[in-house]
């Protein structure tokens, strides 16, 4: 948890880690509400649509085994588009 100072205008300055977990970007409406317990409020982000945009992925994703060329991955797609097609032929 982070601790934040309120300013002389009523400000205070999210933390980058939370921006980056909530993607919020300079910008971006957010609406503020009293939580239901009265002692704290809760920052959401206003979003039309209500999805998170892929830039919320970043550093989450994590690769374990050994680099994989573009070459090779298309060949992956190639060969299991041919296998799909072959247990499901189209009927004629």
């Known amino acids: 948890m982070s601790t934040m100072t309120l300013s002389a205008k009523r400000q205070v300055v999210l933390p980058s880690a939370l921006c980056r977990q909530l993607a919020l970007t300079p910008g971006t409406q957010v609406e503020v509400q009293l939580a239901p317990d009265g002692g704290s409020i809760i920052i959401a982000p206003v979003r ?8 919320v992925l970043f550093n989450r994703a994590i690769h374990r085994g050994k680099p994989v060329v573009i070459e090779d991955m298309d060949a992956a797609v190639v060969a299991a588009r ?8 189209k009927a004629s």
């Open 82 to 89: 041919l296998a799909q097609s072959e247990a499901y032929p």
């Open 48 to 55: 039309k649509g209500g999805k998170k945009p892929a830039t």
